[in-house]
C-alpha cells in the first residue's frame, strides 16, 4: 500500500514538474525568437556560442540587451561574420529597440514579420547579401528613426508606405537593385537623394500629382 501511494505521490510530483518547465519554457518568448536567429546563422567566429537556450532569459548572452521587465531591447551584431538567414521568428521580440546585423554576410529575404517589432528605432542591416523585396509590413513599424538596408542585392520598389512614419531620420537603399520612384514626402522629404544611389532601375523623384506613374518595376 505504502508503495502504491509512494508512486501516486511521485506522478503527481512529475506532473507538476513537467507543468513548471512548460511554463519556463512558455514565459521566455524572446529567448526562443534569438535562438531561433542563432539557429538560421552560420557563425564561423563563435561569437553566438554564449546564447544557450536552457537560461531562464537571454539576458545574460553576449550582444544582447534587456530593459529592467527582461525583455530584449538590442542585438547587436554587427560585423560578426554570419552568414545564413534572418528567421522570421525575430519578429517576436516585442520590445526591441534596436536590431544591429550589418556588415555580414546575410542572405536570403527580410521576413515580413520584421513588420511586427512595433518599438523598433534602429533596422541596421546594411552591407550583407540581401534579396528580395523591403516587405511593405515595415509600415507598421512606427518608432523607426534608422532605416539602413543599402549595399545588399535588394528589389522591387521602395514601399511608398513608408512616408507614413514621421520618425524617420536616415534612411539608406543605395547599391540595391531597387527600382520605381524614389518617395519625396512625410520624411522623405529631408533624405537626401544620394542614399538612392547606385540602384539603376529607380527612376528618380515620384511625380507628385500625376494620376499614373508608369514603371518597370516588379
Ligand atoms: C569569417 O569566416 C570565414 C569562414 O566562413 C573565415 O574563413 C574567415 O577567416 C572569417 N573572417 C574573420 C575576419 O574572422
Ligand atoms: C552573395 O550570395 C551569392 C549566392 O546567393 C554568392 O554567390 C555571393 O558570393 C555572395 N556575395 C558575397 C559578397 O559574399
Same mark, same amino acid.
Given at each position: 500500500?505504502?508503495?502504491?501511494k509512494?508512486?501516486e505521490?511521485?506522478?503527481?510530483? @512529475? +506532473?507538476t514538474?513537467? +507543468? ?8 521566455n518568448?524572446?529567448?526562443d525568437?534569438l ?7 552560420s557563425?564561423?567566429?563563435?561569437v ?30 554587427? =560585423?560578426?561574420?554570419?552568414s545564413?538567414h534572418?528567421?522570421p ?7 526591441l ?6 556588415k555580414?554576410?546575410i542572405?536570403g529575404t527580410i521576413?515580413?514579420e520584421?513588420? =511586427? ?18 516587405? #511593405?509590413?515595415?509600415?507598421?513599424? #512606427?518608432?523607426l ?6 549595399? =545588399?542585392?535588394?528589389t ?7 512616408r507614413?512614419?514621421?520618425?524617420i531620420?536616415?534612411?539608406d537603399?543605395?547599391?540595391?537593385? +531597387?527600382c520605381?520612384?524614389?518617395p ?5 522629404e ?11 532601375r ?5 511625380? +507628385?500629382g500625376?494620376? @499614373?506613374?508608369?514603371t518597370?518595376? =516588379?
Amino acid at each position: 500500500m505504502a508503495s502504491r501511494k509512494n508512486c501516486e505521490l511521485f506522478l503527481v510530483a @512529475s +506532473l507538476t514538474l513537467t +507543468l513548471v518547465l512548460i511554463n519556463l519554457v512558455e514565459a521566455n518568448p524572446d529567448g526562443d525568437a534569438l535562438y531561433a536567429l542563432r539557429q538560421s546563422l552560420s557563425d564561423p567566429d563563435h561569437v553566438l556560442e554564449s546564447w544557450d537556450p536552457n537560461l531562464v532569459t537571454p539576458c545574460t548572452w553576449f550582444h544582447v540587451s534587456c530593459n529592467q521587465d527582461q525583455r530584449v531591447t538590442r542585438v547587436d551584431l554587427g =560585423n560578426s561574420n554570419l552568414s545564413g538567414h534572418i528567421a522570421p521568428e525575430l519578429g517576436n521580440l516585442e520590445q526591441l529597440q534596436f536590431l544591429e546585423l550589418y556588415k555580414n554576410n546575410i542572405q536570403g529575404t527580410i521576413p515580413s514579420e520584421l513588420g =511586427n517589432l512595433k518599438n523598433l528605432i534602429s533596422f541596421d542591416l546594411y552591407n550583407n547579401n540581401l534579396t528580395g523585396n523591403i516587405p #511593405t509590413s515595415l509600415v507598421k513599424l #512606427t518608432s523607426l528613426v534608422f532605416f539602413r538596408v543599402n549595399d =545588399n542585392r535588394l528589389t522591387g520598389s521602395v514601399p511608398t508606405e513608408l512616408r507614413k512614419i514621421p520618425s524617420i531620420k536616415v534612411f539608406d537603399v543605395r547599391n540595391n537593385d +531597387l527600382c520605381g520612384p524614389i518617395p519625396t514626402e512625410g520624411p522623405f522629404e529631408y533624405i537626401p537623394l544620394e542614399n538612392f544611389e547606385n540602384n539603376p532601375r529607380l527612376e528618380g523623384p515620384e511625380l +507628385l500629382g500625376l494620376a @499614373s506613374y508608369d514603371t518597370n518595376c =516588379n
